[in-house]
């Protein structure tokens, strides 16, 4: 499988990102990593190509505002829009793993705080249930 990770730009967590990216990896993933959505031919291009597209915000701010952020984003382009309502997506937020299973947003984890252990946690969570494994 492929996945698009996005990190938010504003936060120095790179530490967070390459983990998850590395999970994905060991576990016979494809990954791209990108600082933020773009309208460049490149992002459009490895947006259609990619089953998953993975989000990290590690502010603290609400997260209804980060997903209305995510949805003015996204609407902006209806075709990228579309393609994205095709997707599915995970949000690594402060408290947790969100994805846009109905109800959108949907719970899937809890972190006490985004956090190497509570990632590593996580892992382990997903390695129990086959999740991401190809």
Not at 50 to 66: A, G, P, Q, T
Not at 79 to 85: G, K, P, R, S, W
Not at 96 to 121: D, M, W
Request: net charge neutral; proline share 1%; with cysteine.
């Amino acid at each position: 499988m492929k996945y698009l990770l996005i990190k938010d730009k504003r936060q120095q967590q790179q530490a967070l990102i390459d983990n998850i990216a590395e999970f994905l990896w060991n576990n016979g993933n494809e990954i791209y990593v990108r600082t933020c959505l773009d309208k460049t031919r490149e992002y459009q291009d490895i947006i259609n190509q990619c089953e998953c597209i993975v989000f990290l915000n590690c502010s603290n701010d609400l997260m209804k505002s980060f997903f209305n952020d995510v949805k003015n984003v996204l609407a902006e382009c209806t075709q990228e829009n579309n393609i994205l309502n095709k997707k599915f997506v995970l949000f690594f937020l402060i408290n947790g793993v969100y994805c846009n299973a109905i109800p959108f947003p949907h719970k899937i984890f809890h972190f006490k705080e985004l956090s190497q252990h509570e990632l590593t946690r996580f892992f382990l969570w997903c390695e129990g249930l086959k999740l991401f494994v190809r």
